[in-house]
């Protein structure tokens, strides 16, 4: 006779599973709770449970994206507008071949089935169904999508749908590849195939992707950003790629969290794209990021952080396994955040970047000129982890800090960027939190304190009276002082020990900046 928990475990919605295009499946657990993924995940051996009560996976080789292994499927009326100079294409032939071999594999399977949504506002939400043959990849889109309630799940047909087969590894021969790994998007099908990674954020990404081609189309704009609001209903924009701290720095705790990775921007304000949250666990700490830290419990999705088998304590300072561990929650674990996902038009911009030549201020005021070509140049350092094979900080410009994530060309964005601003006279500002006093490997990464403490300056109105002047190199308007940070961190070329080294790293990536401003010209 069975036990109650096993009764449990065996319950689960009816699905039609001839939609996904399986004719024999194996058993298929549609839209299971948190609870329900969780014990499926530990029963199976995908993942741990952790003294915290999250679940902690691994995904093997592959801990971060594989930007090398996407590919858009050129098909008309599409193919017109994607940006071919940086969208991998497949044909519609290859892309056929590789859906019905990842469909003959899921064929007796076990399957994870999640429905939900991508976008806030329900004027302009997107349907999704999450399919996984991993629980806990389940519970991933779980946390990060919007989760629909009983009533919006009865009769639910999904718009665009994910076949997520992580073990099933494509052949580059046979499959026209470039590894084992694929991630693949059909804007006619509307369907995307991922396979040969287990790696979540690709399956997060990858819904980005989409929304960032069709919602230019309805004329909103797609940002790669976080957002809060302000006690006074103020919303401030942080963009940024993985890694400049749009996550840490957007869960303020003196500030409501709308969403930390992605929004559009539409005539009535902002909305998340998002549910949940895919925060950056390394070296995190009670102290240093305390909402993060209580975000991690029951519920939540740890990836690649090391646990320790007999205590099950995770190792949030460990990089065994990469420095590029993450958690997935959704993001009502945020205390006080602003459930709705939605608020108003955009008080101040800020633009984050991880400057690993350490030469650029930790804040500075941009004109709208700077805006527009900061914003087209994307600067950053790719941090390690967050890419296969990317080890330490590696200079990077990356159009509208979403590169690898724009079907359509930089240009497009960047002219909603600029009609934005000017009809809304937003400030514009930007943050590097780099390094500091050298380059990586001499320097050190910018205080978090210090960063807080000039962003809160920002927000409060703290630096209206304060005279600004321009940086000698790069013309940047940099403030003369700041509450509680001193004035030798300001100005980054007091930073240095050398001050030689420092004219020197500067010039160079003056002379870099300017060569990728010409391609926008």
């Not at 994607?82 to 399977?109: C, G, H, K």
């Not at 309805?218 to 976080?226: E, L, Q, T, V, Y």
């Not at 633009?351 to 805006?371: E, N």
């Amino acid at each position: 006779m069975s036990s109650p928990v096993e009764h449990a475990l065996l319950a689960s919605p009816a699905f039609d599973s001839i939609s996904l295009g399986l004719s024999h499946p194996g058993r298929v657990w549609a839209n299971l709770s948190a609870a329900a993924l969780s014990e499926h995940a530990v029963r199976r051996g995908e993942a741990l449970l952790t003294d915290l009560g999250a679940v902690a996976a691994y995904t093997g080789k592959r801990t971060g994206r594989s930007p090398k292994d996407k590919f858009t499927v050129r098909e008309a009326p599409h193919a017109e507008q994607i940006d071919w100079t940086s969208n991998q294409p497949m044909t519609p032939e290859v892309f056929a071949r590789l859906r019905d071999l990842v469909r003959a594999y899921l064929q007796n399977r076990e399957l994870y089935v999640f429905d939900g949504f991508a976008g806030a506002d329900p004027r302009h939400q997107l349907r999704l169904r999450v399919v996984t043959e991993k629980a806990w990849h389940s519970l991933f889109a779980r946390c990060l999508f919007l989760r629909p309630t009983l009533d919006q799940l009865k009769g639910f047909v999904p718009e665009w749908t994910i076949l997520h087969a992580c073990d099933f590894h494509a052949e580059p021969a046979r499959d026209s590849t470039k590894s084992e790994a694929c991630v693949a998007i059909s804007f006619e099908q509307k369907l995307i195939v991922a396979c040969g990674t287990h790696y979540a954020g690709e399956i997060k990404k990858s819904v980005f992707t989409i929304m960032n081609y069709l919602l230019p189309q309805k004329g909103i704009f797609p940002m790669h950003c976080s957002a809060n609001l302000g006690p006074g209903g103020d919303v401030a924009l942080f963009f940024g790629l993985s890694g400049t701290g749009k996550t840490t720095l957007s869960a303020d705790p003196e500030r409501r969290l709308i969403g930390d990775d992605e929004h559009g921007w539409s005539e009535g304000g902002i909305f998340n794209f998002e549910g949940g949250c895919y925060a950056k666990t390394i070296k995190l700490s009670a102290s240093g990021e305390p909402q993060i830290w209580n975000a991690l419990r029951f519920g939540c999705v740890l990836e690649n952080v090391p646990v320790d088998p007999l205590t099950r304590k995770p190792d949030f300072n460990s990089e065994q396994i990469t420095e590029n561990t993450r958690a997935a929650y959704p993001v009502d674990f945020i205390p006080g955040c602003e459930l709705s996902g939605v608020g108003g038009h955009p008080k101040n911009i800020f633009f984050l970047t991880c400057d690993a030549f350490g030469v650029l201020p930790p804040l500075a005021r941009l004109t709208p000129d700077q805006a527009g070509e900061y914003f087209l140049c994307g600067y950053t350092a790719k941090v390690a982890g967050t890419e296969a094979g990317v080890t330490e900080p590696t200079p990077e410009f990356s159009a509208c800090f979403a590169k690898p994530f724009l079907p359509l060309p930089p240009k497009r964005y960047a002219a909603m960027l600029k009609e934005k601003l000017e009809r809304r006279n937003v400030p514009v500002w930007l943050v590097n939190t780099g390094w500091t006093g050298g380059p990586y490997g001499v320097g050190k990464r910018m205080s978090l304190a210090h960063t807080r403490a000039l962003l809160r300056a920002v927000l409060t109105g703290e630096l209206k009276d304060v005279s600004f002047a321009p940086d000698p190199v790069f013309g940047l308007a940099i403030p003369a002082t700041c509450p509680d940070v001193p004035e030798s961190v300001l100005r980054p070329h007091d930073s240095w020990p050398d001050k030689a080294a420092y004219d020197k790293k500067a010039k160079e990536l003056a002379e870099r900046f300017k060569s990728e401003f010409k391609k926008y010209a």
